[in-house]
């Protein structure tokens, strides 16, 4: 079957830390994989994507490889600010577009 | 462009209180879904539609019914409600596979409490 393994949170981080994320997956077949961001009190915004084994799909900073022989697809950032602060979500894609989400890890980062 | 608008954005319930929740989305997508999300649970499928007129299960469809009359709207409904459909729901939007699916945009969510 289909299935996200993400970090669990909470994760609070000093303003300007190096970020990472671990995600890591189980699918049957070759999925798309992603990483969604959810600001408080808002819906999930894409933050970027990757659709094939060495991809790496990049956005604000932020970046994340797809590495079919880990089964992983980390998210990372080198320099964090207090604006990134949010609830982020790893997720892949199987079928018709369905998408399987991991259960989201927190960062909040402090000045 | 409104992308994906909700309806409530919160609500409350009684045990056994029907409801309908509307998703409307202005991007003319072919594809929408209903999720659910709860804590430490991540996101997951109740619904889903591949075009107008069709309808889908997803991972969780117990409990709860969708239309789709039209394109731009999809409706998910509570006919009896229990508390443990107490929830945040999201509706989202994409392009078909003819377009090579796209991201899905997600609207705003509505908070539910069935008391």
């Known amino acids: 079957g289909n299935s996200v393994t993400q970090m669990e949170g909470p994760v609070t981080l000093s303003e300007e830390a190096f970020l990472t994320i671990n995600c890591t997956y189980t699918a049957t077949g070759y999925p798309s994989l992603f990483w969604y961001v959810q600001y408080p009190g808002e819906g999930l915004q894409l933050l970027l994507k990757?659709?094939?084994?060495?991809d790496k799909g990049s956005n604000k900073g932020f970046e994340a490889t797809y590495r079919k022989e880990t089964t992983s697809f980390h998210l990372e950032k080198g320099s964090v600010q207090v604006s990134d602060s949010a609830v982020y979500f790893c997720a892949l894609r199987a079928g018709a577009n369905n998408l399987f989400f991991g259960t989201g890890t927190r960062l909040t980062v402090i000045p | 462009n409104a992308g994906v608008t909700q309806t409530p954005k919160f609500r409350v319930l009684k045990t056994g209180q029907s409801m309908t929740l509307l998703c409307a989305q202005d991007m003319n997508h072919e594809y929408m879904y209903w999720y659910r999300q709860d804590p430490g649970m991540g996101l997951r499928l109740i619904h889903y539609s591949v075009g107008e007129g069709t309808t889908a299960k997803g991972e969780v469809p117990d409990g709860y019914n969708v239309s789709r009359l039209k394109k731009q709207n999809f409706l998910l409904g509570l006919e009896s409600a229990a508390p443990s459909q107490t929830s945040v729901y999201f509706c989202?939007?994409?392009?078909?596979?003819?377009?090579?699916?796209?991201?899905?945009?997600f609207g705003p969510g509505t908070r539910l409490t069935v008391l």
């Open positions: 989202a939007s994409s392009y078909g596979a003819s377009k090579g699916y796209n991201e899905q945009f």
């Open positions: 990757a659709t094939k084994a060495d």
